[in-house]
């Protein structure tokens, strides 16, 4: 079946701006997971849904930063305000269960190639 | 606070050498490791995953070692080959967020013909 799919692949904006970025997971799963990725570094946590719900969201670096899943499928990360140090590689990734699942690995998207001008 | 460590950044080899991809972690406390592939400009693809029970896991030829306790492991490549360049991270899931991947920095690999 198809992977986690993740629109637009490319996105130039200038700073101040709003952007949405969003992910299809694999259908089926029921965790999704939004990462960061800056040039040179791994992809750094910013928020995990359980269904509808973020289960976690410890990661988002500021309020400037919210996601959404409203389904329990399709999520929509939303930036307000973009500022350039925001240029990086968002990526999403998701998981059949999101339960205490020690054999559980998480699929990931190609990634949106954000840069903010 | 979880923090993983690679080493090396970089490293490359001729094509049929084995070599050992290092990683480290600041507390022991994980469900599970995994080693993750990534090729230049595209997603994470999973390539091993160790529960924090288990010693080691093998792939083909790949093998993955944990020690919890000393906070370390290593993948194993044998036999590599130009199709293996890649950046290869390490990421452990703990904590109070079983969700919650914390990823190392990376290595990238280069295999030469």
């Known amino acids: 079946g198809a992977g986690v799919s993740q629109t637009p692949s490319n996105k130039v904006t200038e700073k101040g701006k709003y952007v949405e970025l969003r992910c299809d997971p694999i259908s089926g799963h029921t965790a999704l997971y939004w990462y960061r990725q800056s040039l040179g570094q791994g992809p750094e946590f910013l928020i995990y849904f359980q269904g509808t719900g973020a289960a976690d969201d410890s990661g988002l670096p500021n309020d400037r930063f919210f996601a959404v899943r409203p389904e329990g499928s399709v999520s929509t990360l939303k930036i307000q305000r973009t500022e350039r140090g925001d240029s990086a590689v968002y990526l999403c990734?998701?998981?059949?269960?999101?339960?205490?699942?020690?054999?559980?690995?998480?699929?990931f998207g190609p990634g949106t190639r954000l840069l903010v001008l | 606070k979880q923090e993983v460590t690679q080493i090396p950044a970089a490293l490359s080899v001729p094509e049929g050498e084995n070599l050992v991809l290092n990683c480290s972690f600041t507390d022991s406390a994980i469900y599970n490791l995994q080693w993750f592939r990534q090729d230049p400009g595209k997603g994470l693809t999973s390539l091993l995953l160790i529960q924090s029970s288990q010693r080691e896991q093998t792939s083909g030829r790949l093998n993955a070692s944990l020690d919890k306790s000393s906070g370390r492991s290593t993948l194993y490549i044998a036999a590599s080959q130009p199709g293996d360049s890649a950046t290869y991270l390490c990421?452990?899931?703990?904590?109070?967020?079983?969700?919650?991947?914390?990823f190392g920095q990376g290595t990238i690999l280069t295999v030469h013909p």
């Open positions: 990421a452990v899931a703990g904590g109070t967020s079983y969700g919650k991947l914390t």
């Open positions: 990734a998701s998981s059949l269960r999101g339960t205490r699942d020690l054999l559980e690995t998480q699929y």
